[in-house]
């Protein structure tokens, strides 16, 4: 039982009693059993954070069948070695090394010296975080559906945005709310900050802690975070100005809003097309441009240590900074006055060819065999269940029972990272004291 398949394991554990609890007829609204492979794609899109559907969450399931997918979504988003850990903790118990070298490769982060520390303060600020959303969003739902009604859909359209799910109790997501700036304001900020990474957030905490106590010693940023901050805020501005341009004419999308409303549409689709998944415009209306825009930021996704998939922003930005270099003839690649090393470069080339890989397969599979649907709908309902973001074109229940299945695959794929899933089946690489002489080969 190897770290990576400690992982695997514990996500096809939650997937499992998910999948369960959402055949019961306690959690549909008519009382009926659920099938098993609607039950198993809600639970694993609940669970994975990625907010694809087969049948309307607000109407198909009951109260309980609501709670359930609610928190799969909060378990998925912390991890599940993060809520595991975090248990142990609370109960007093040690945590093994095993599961602290697991929980360190869940959340992409170095160093084993406070993991205890850590976890306090993920769930912590998560709490904070998510009240602070219900709060903002009950001033929206409690006037339109009541005290009852409209704390529940604060609470859990608050979870969903924050862990960056995208599920939604209504059949439209958030598109009856495209005119209301209000919920912009207050969605886009829990989905930016699910996805940047809760490293990013505590060291963000610390160097305004230490400005507040007027700290003699400057607190200094580590290379991670200006690299998640600086990429996330190029990619939010390119998927603005991309998206206004390529949909401000389509009459689908943009076209009958007013000005201030076409900014603010454009804007939400920036945040929550890489991570998120909630839509406030029709996305099957939307142009190929806009279309093939979208893939392209999902595919790239969100930060290390977040609720957000895809190939995360720092491994784009190593790649894009590799590529650099070698145009401009440089040996090494150098970010903010940092050398990359090699192994991170490594790691990054693994990531972006094995998902493109996984991807690329997939997309094969599905138009093979489901013949009656369209490439590009295929090709984007691929990205978004790998990336676990959860936006489709409309034709998700349109796919038969092995189509479901594969996307199922991929969303479970997605979340565990394809290199831990990788590591899983794999095993442990076995160490080696060869090495081979080098040898020029023609490249490019």
Known sequence: ???????????????????????????????????????????TSATCVT????????????????????????????????????????????????????????LD??????VSQLLKSIVGLTIILELTGIFGLMTIFVP????????????????????????SLFEDSLMGYANVARMTWIISPLIILGGIGYQVMMEAFFALQSKLKKSSKRFRFSLHVKIVTSTTLMLLIVGFFGFFVSELYNPNTLLGLS??????????????IRTAGFNSIDVGGMTTA???????????????????GGIKTTTFRVLITCTKSVLQGRENAVIYERRIPIELIMKAVAVAVGSISVVTLSTIILAISEPNLEFIGIFFETISAFATVGLSTGITSQFSIFGALVITLLMYAGRVGILILMAALLGDPKPSALEYPDEDLLVG
Request: glycine share 12%.
């Open 1 to 43: 039982m190897t770290v990576a398949r400690t992982i695997c394991l514990g996500f096809l554990s939650v997937i499992t009693i998910g999948t369960i609890l959402l055949m019961f007829p306690l959690s549909l609204t008519d009382g009926s059993w659920n099938s098993l492979v609607t039950a198993l794609f809600t639970a």
């Open 290 to 308: 806009g279309l093939f825009l979208t893939i392209a930021l999902m595919f790239i996704g969100a930060s290390p240590g977040s609720t957000g």
């Open 144 to 167: 339109e559906s009541g005290w009852r009604t409209g704390i529940w859909q604060s609470i859990f359209h608050s979870i969903s945005a924050f862990n960056n799910a995208g599920f």
């Open 51 to 106: 907010g694809l559907i087969v049948v309307d969450t607000g109407s198909y399931y009951s109260f309980w069948g609501q709670l359930i997918i609610l928190t799969l979504i909060q378990v998925g988003g912390l991890g599940y070695m993060t809520a595991n850990t975090f248990l142990l903790i609370l109960l007093g118990r040690r945590s093994k090394v095993r599961y602290r070298i697991a929980l360190q490769d869940s």
């Open 259 to 272: 000005w201030p409303n076409k900014l603010l549409a454009a804007w939400f689709q920036s945040v929550t």
């Open 109 to 114: 982060s170095a160093g084993l010296s406070s």
